[in-house]
């Protein structure tokens, strides 16, 4: 299997169409894009320490992109090393600066100034590190990142390397970490119940008392929150709930996406310290019998998968490429759907905010063979935390999947069933989702559900809705599993 790119100049020019440029998203927080060209070298037989010492020699690659979409990195599976160097401002010198990577393919370590930050494990969602007491302000730093694409998993291709974005942040000492918001209507009250939930961040060595200010366009008068964020907290809490008239608001469907932006500024003795903005959508997406639900109005869905596998962009794909899909996908009736089988790129999640079409998101866990598909895992639990997190925000995503076909290797096709591993994996892990969004449905996606599935071996109580892969006789499938576990709503 190859993939081909004509010239690095093509990846570049790719890679540099996406970007955004070095202008603050929000008031209180500068970006540094280090997007662009990189050092690039594979490295399966080179000691680590001779590569950071540079003394091999070095191609280059476009970041954000991935190796394996180059002709003479095709097949290549292992190590690679990407380097590049880059600049602070002066003016940072007070602030506490990180390097942020949207998604590395699939273990990483990354190196600034020759120290080693971290590894991350994990290859499609965001991480980052704080190199404050690390760069130099008067000199270039040198940045260098392992990626090794050897962990494979699915029915799809292991793309290789740094395949999004790449930024150098800069924040004052306490910031807003993140911020989730939930808009759900009540259509027997007719009222909108709101909660804001505030995770924030204390890199000072005092406790800091501070007061946050939300506000969203169209909906006035949002009480302010206080609180004190004590020294060297990383993730300190703070909410408010509040509620709204329903004939006051805009509701988010599928043929009227309409979106809120929910905009925070925390102050620290009335003075502005951080702003963040996070777009929203008003919604209810629920289970009611065995119908779906959006709006009190009940719905028949229709989806298709769209794996991110592409010959010429790997699974850095360009916005024009998502959205020449998504419409063609919504075109053919397609409203609903588990797209992938990992979590979703930032501008798929954005075009289907802003144009109507409801998503399942997964974290990659798969098959006979998975090894992650076990209770008490701190890896599942780590990916599902981070993909909640990232994209709690977005109106789109109306459900969570925890899995995708597990099975045991013993019985015959026509026979399978979950292992008693993988029964509790599920379980287990839909409770774990619970506890992070209560405002969404979950699921489990199921090839045994028709095969020797049956309660107490298949995940049917704790999940909102059954998915279900067919692979021909879908009639007789949907007749198999609708007796087996009736009364919820069927997907395929």
């Known amino acids: 299997m190859k993939f081909y790119l004509f010239s690095l100049i093509t990846l570049a020019v790719t890679c540099l169409s996406c970007q955004k440029k070095n202008t603050p998203i929000d008031t209180n927080e500068a970006h540094i894009s280090l997007n662009g060209v990189w050092n690039f070298k594979t490295a399966n037989n080179i000691a680590e320490n001779e590569i950071l010492a540079g003394k091999s020699q070095w191609d280059t690659l476009a970041v954000p992109s991935n190796w394996d979409t180059r002709k003479r990195y095709s097949e290549y599976v292992g190590k690679g090393y990407y380097k590049r160097s880059f600049s602070v401002p002066s003016e940072w010198e007070n602030k506490q600066i990180r390097i942020h990577f949207d998604a590395v393919y699939q273990t990483s370590k990354v190196w600034v100034n020759g120290t080693l930050l971290g590894e991350h494990f994990d290859g499609y969602l965001p991480f980052e590190y704080n190199i404050s007491d690390i760069v130099s302000f008067d000199k270039p730093n040198e940045v260098v990142v392992m990626a090794d694409n050897t962990y494979k998993r699915g029915a799809w291709w292991p793309w290789g390397g740094i395949s999004r974005e790449v930024t150098i942040k800069a924040n004052n000492d306490v910031r807003i970490l993140r911020q989730h918001i939930s808009a759900i209507p009540d259509f027997d009250t007719k009222e909108v119940q709101f909660s804001i939930k505030y995770v924030l961040e204390n890199n000072s060595s005092k406790s800091t008392k501070i007061m946050l200010q939300p506000s969203v366009e169209g909906i006035p008068n949002i009480d302010a929150v206080e609180t004190k964020v004590p020294a060297g907290v990383t993730e300190h809490e703070a909410s408010i709930s509040f509620t709204r008239k329903l004939s006051d608001v805009k509701l988010w469907h599928y043929e009227s996406p309409n979106l809120y932006t929910l905009q925070s500024t925390l102050l620290i003795d009335g003075v502005t310290n951080d702003v963040a903005n996070d777009r929203f959508g008003i919604r209810k997406f629920e289970v009611k019998g065995d119908q779906f639900f959006l709006n009190n109005k009940p719905e ?170 067919s692979y021909g006789h879908a009639l007789k499938i949907l007749d198999k599993v609708r007796t087996r576990f009736p009364g919820k709503p069927i997907f395929f």
Not at 343 to 350: G, M, T, V
Not at 382 to 400: E, T
């Open 300 to 469: 028949r869905l229709n989806g298709v998968n769209r794996v991110h596998d592409h010959p010429k962009y790997g699974n850095t794909e360009p916005d024009v490429l998502v959205e020449k899909d998504m419409k063609d996908i919504i075109s053919l009736g397609c409203r609903f759907s588990r797209l992938m089988h990992a979590p979703l790129a930032k501008n798929i999640l954005e075009f289907c905010d802003e144009n109507g079409f409801l998503l399942v998101e997964e974290i990659p866990v798969w098959g006979d063979d998975d090894e992650q598909s076990h209770p008490n895992n701190p890896i599942t639990k780590k990916w599902m935390k981070d993909l909640i997190n990232r994209d709690y925000n977005h109106p789109s995503v109306v459900a969570w999947s925890v899995g995708n076909e597990l099975r045991g290797k013993g019985p015959k096709w026509g026979k399978q069933h979950l292992t008693e591993d993988q029964y509790n994996y599920v379980n287990e892990t839909i409770d774990y989702v619970s506890t992070l969004d209560s405002t969404r449905l979950k699921t489990y996606v199921s090839n045994t559900s028709y095969q020797g599935g049956e309660i107490g071996k298949e995940p049917y109580e704790k999940v909102d809705f059954l998915c279900v892969n």
